[in-house]
């Protein structure tokens, strides 16, 4: 028996307890995917959730033949799920979206269009109204979108976060890369395809909480920095320059004051520069750490995530990573 052809669309979306808002996702995908006059699937990535997200998703599977479910065995993370996702969609296009309805599922239409009529490669989903953010997270967005665009030289949109959409030859290119720890939103642009941009109005939170505190937050951005730039380890040996250079400012002084019979500065003096000279010591090697670490987790080779379900798979378990070749070893459909 034959295999069923790919569809035209996949669109790839990661969850991670989102047993509240996943009713009223399915209710507004939908009907706009079912709208859209193209073959499609719904890969939809349960990253290890604890509540009753993977419940939800096999009874909404059971009305919705295009609904596909993979589910990570422990939670790998957003970038990590929307990888396996990616590695697992068969569409010509592929769409990345979040399940909170927040980056609203109509936008689907108009991106898919600017694909089709532009030929395109990416579209990114920008957001033209992020009111409904806090003034602080918009204000770090904003910050770190330009602290990434001039010491990365990025080229990624300030407003787009993870709400693509990416032709086959964009998806394929992604998956062939060896990368550890990717961040798809700097991944994407830099590997230059044409793109073109659709603009949209982002709305609360549909149901539940946010699954991107502070600290995530901070992660994603440490993990953005260290892989797309060196400036951090160049500002260490900045820090290292500058030191020295008031070290030797300093030697000059002392050797002034005591052939002109001037007393040297006391013991607070002296704790203040041991201190900050401390610190720009231990700044640099965190810095340096930093991207240590990055080596050596890459060396390590372990895979971002274990599929333990796949239902479109034909064995009964799928164990994959974050490379091709480990996902076709496992038995991938």
């Not at 997270?137 to 904003?142: C, E, I, L, N, V």
């Not at 990365?152 to 992604?174: C, I, K, N, P, Y």
């Not at 372990?302 to 164990?319: C, F, I, K, Q």
Request: net charge neutral; proline share 5%.
């Amino acid at each position: 028996m034959s295999a069923a052809p790919p569809p035209v669309l996949s669109i790839v979306v990661p969850m991670f307890n989102e047993e509240s808002v996943l009713p009223l996702f399915v209710a507004r995908l939908r009907p706009v995917a079912d709208g859209l006059g193209v073959t499609y699937e719904v890969v939809a990535v349960d990253d290890g959730s604890t509540d009753g997200t993977a419940i939800g998703l096999q009874r909404e599977r059971r009305g919705w033949e295009q609904l596909r479910v993979v589910r990570l065995r422990a939670n790998a993370g957003h970038q990590a799920a929307i990888s396996a996702g990616l590695m697992r969609a068969r569409g010509d296009f592929v769409v990345t979206l979040d399940a909170d309805l927040q980056d609203p599922p109509e936008t689907i239409a108009p991106m898919l269009a600017a694909a089709r009529e532009q030929g395109v490669d990416v579209v990114y989903g920008v957001r033209s109204d992020r009111s409904s953010d806090s003034r602080f997270k918009r204000g770090t967005a904003r910050a770190f979108y330009r602290t990434m665009g001039r010491l990365a030289g990025t080229s990624a949109q300030a407003d787009a976060g993870d709400f693509r959409l990416m032709s086959r030859a964009t998806v394929e290119a992604v998956n062939a890369l060896p990368e550890y720890g990717r961040v798809l939103r700097f991944v994407v642009p830099a590997l230059g395809f044409p793109s073109e941009t659709v603009e949209y109005r982002r709305a609360e939170r549909a149901a539940g909480t946010s699954k991107y505190p502070f600290t995530k937050m901070l992660r994603l951005s440490v993990d953005s920095l260290t892989a797309f730039s060196l400036a951090p380890l160049r500002f260490a040996t900045l820090l290292g320059l500058l030191g020295g250079l008031a070290a030797v400012a300093l030697l000059v002084y002392a050797l002034v004051a005591k052939a002109t019979g001037q007393v040297v500065a006391g013991w607070t003096s002296t704790v203040v520069i041991v201190a900050g000279m401390g610190a720009v010591q231990l700044l640099a090697l965190g810095i340096l750490g930093e991207y240590v670490g990055r080596l050596y987790a890459a060396s390590q080779a372990r895979p971002s995530y274990y599929v333990a379900y796949d239902s479109a798979a034909t064995g009964s378990t799928v164990e994959a990573g974050a490379d091709p070749e480990s996902a076709s070893r496992s038995g991938e459909s």
